[in-house]
């Protein structure tokens, strides 16, 4: 986050940095607390009240039918356990779509369930098994990893692949599935693409599909 997010100016006026606007006073006063900034929580709240500083939450996602039988299946190894002991342990991974005026472009991470950070992560425009290969591609490249590693997905037609199982055993990783239309038992990625639409995708209009994507790169590499 930018510094001085909040900084007081004369008696109670604020400044407010544009890329704060989605938090509440709770993130704000964390942010400048570690940033070495001495302020009440109750200040922060007044402040952003007086800004008009609201948080956005997230959409509610509409019931829908599942059709079709996935290719290769697995059981779900970790049953929403998510807290891991230590790094490069069980990663989580997971696609969504995002919109531009060229049309769609799909977003494929993988997140390390310890810290959860994004450790790997592609684009491209069609929502092919390559998009979560490459993401996991990455997070490999990136990550060394000396142990079995549990990779733990839904069961979208690109993680239910004979590619992707192949590729998986390529590397030694061990494959783990959330239940059908079950998004809880994936919930370490739905939390962050949830935060990714809300602070920053819904917030802009991109015009290109280039666009959205280093937008993405300044998101989870930078921000």
């Known amino acids: 986050m930018a510094p001085s997010a909040i900084s007081g100016q004369g008696k109670g006026e604020a400044e407010i940095a544009p890329s704060t606007r989605f938090y509440r006073y709770r993130k704000l006063h964390d942010d400048l ?3 070495g900034d001495s302020i009440c929580p109750n200040r922060i709240a007044r402040l952003a009240q007086l800004a008009g500083i609201r948080a956005q939450i997230g959409d509610r996602r509409r019931p829908g039918r599942h059709h079709g039988k996935p290719s290769v299946v697995v059981g779900n190894s970790r049953d929403r356990k998510f807290d891991v002991e230590a790094p490069d342990k ?3 991974t997971d696609i969504s779509y995002i919109r531009t ?10 997140i390390d369930a310890y810290s959860r950070r994004v450790i790997g992560w592609s684009m491209q425009s069609r929502q092919t098994t390559d998009v979560v290969l490459q993401a996991l591609l990455m997070a ?6 000396k142990n079995k590693v549990l990779v733990h997905s839904d069961r979208g037609g690109q ?6 199982a192949v590729f998986l055993r390529a590397h030694n990783l061990e494959h783990s599935m959330s239940r059908r239309g079950n998004c809880h038992d994936s919930a370490v990625a ?3 693409f949830n935060l990714l639409k809300r602070e920053r995708i819904r917030r802009r209009t991109y015009r290109t599909r280039e666009e ?11 921000f």
């Open 140 to 145: 490999v490249w990136r990550r060394k990893p």
């Open 90 to 92: 069980v990663g989580v």
């Open 212 to 222: 959205a994507r280093q937008d993405v790169f300044d998101y989870i590499e930078m």
């Open 190 to 192: 739905e939390s962050f």
């Open 159 to 164: 993680f239910t692949s004979m590619d992707w």
């Open 101 to 110: 005026q060229e049309g769609f472009v799909h977003l494929a991470v993988v």
């Open 33 to 35: 607390v570690a940033q």
